[in-house]
Every structure is written in C-alpha cells, then in structure tokens.
C-alpha cells in the first residue's frame, strides 16, 4: 500500500493536496519557528533585522519570538524545517519536491532540495532560492512548495567491462550516443 504517515514537530499545517486528485501534497512553514530553528539549519546565512541585502535574511518575530515572516534577498536561498517527519511507503518509493507554480511564477521563489528518501526518518526540510532581482516574504503558515510520493528503482550498480559495454550499446536503440539537441 502506498502510504506517508508523519507526525508534527512543529505548530504546523499537515500536508495536504489542493484540489482532489493533485499529485502533489502541500508543505507550509509552521507556526513556530525560532531565530534558533533557522542558524541550526543554515550555518552560511547571515540573518539581521534590516530589509534584506544580498544573502541576507530578516525576520519578523511575535510576542512568543517566533517567527512570523521571513525576507528572503536577491539570489540567496534558505533551508526552512517544515515542522513534518515522515514514514514512506513503500520503501522503494520517495518524496520528489516540485515548485508550486503561483510561488515559483509570481515571485521567482523554487526548490533546491529535491528528494526524500524512503528511510529518512528526520525533520523534512524545505529548500528554497529566490531567482528574483528583490527581496520575496515568505509567511508563517504559506504553502511553500509541494511534494510528490514517487516509486523508484532500487537497483544495484553493476561496472563492466569497455568490451561488453560496446557491445550492448550498439543493439540498445537508435539514439547511440547523440546528445544535446541532435534532434535538431
């Protein structure tokens, strides 16, 4: 049975589909994050409390300290904790990050972290990089990004010999090795 289980860490939205039949499942920034939760997570940024300069963050906190928005500069990308930990089934299955297309579209914000695999069992954390020429706000409790439960191929890597390559190669279908637009 194809299943994701998880359990909350964090005052957080559960993970959800938009519309009936969407393939992707919804991850929003909890409620409760803290200055703490984000310098633990990403070491290289430099967070202050002025608008954002390049490849810096600010933060907007409650009364509680946690924070509540997040300005995100230029070129700069941030690792979010998503307040979600989660047991996939099957094993041979993943969770593969896609953009949300109203967030990459309208404000140039996508992914950066891409799978989830079957036996993490930790936080699941949210990648994001802003390809825009401003600063974006990311809201406590915004939908972020989406991600799909995808089976995999558990295989096992197998090197052989140039010989036995060629030789397999040639019979293996008509693209050869063309690459690159060779299809005009």
């Known amino acids: 049975m ?6 909350k860490v964090r005052d957080v939205k559960s993970p959800s589909r938009g519309n009936e039949g969407d393939a992707g499942l919804d991850f929003y920034i909890p409620e409760d994050l ?11 940024l430099i967070f202050h409390c002025k ?10 906190y409650n009364s509680n ?6 300005y995100i500069s230029s ?20 969770l593969m990050a896609a953009n949300k297309s109203g967030i990459s579209t309208k404000k140039g ?14 936080e699941i954390h949210i990648g994001i990089y802003n390809t825009s020429h401003e600063f974006q706000v990311i809201e ?20 052989v010999i140039k ?13 050869g090795n063309n690459g690159f637009g060779s299809t005009n």
């Not at 608008?51 to 907007?60: D, I, M, N, S, W």
């Not at 406590?140 to 090197?159: D, M």
């Open 2 to 7: 194809n299943k994701f289980r998880f359990i």
């Open 34 to 44: 803290t200055l703490q939760d984000l310098v633990k997570a990403n070491p290289q």
């Open 51 to 60: 608008l954002p300069e390049p490849g810096k963050v600010t933060l907007e």
């Open 65 to 70: 300290n946690q924070v509540q928005v997040i």
């Open 75 to 94: 070129f700069t990308r941030i690792l979010i904790p998503s307040g979600i930990k989660g047991l996939l089934e099957p094993r041979s299955s993943m």
């Open 109 to 122: 914000l996508i992914y950066t972290a891409e799978i989830v695999d079957s036996p993490y069992t930790g």
């Open 140 to 159: 406590a409790g915004t939908k972020l990004v989406q991600f799909i439960h995808v089976p995999i191929y558990l295989t096992e890597p197998e090197e």
């Open 163 to 175: 010989e036995e390559f060629d030789e397999d190669a040639q019979y293996w279908g008509t693209r």
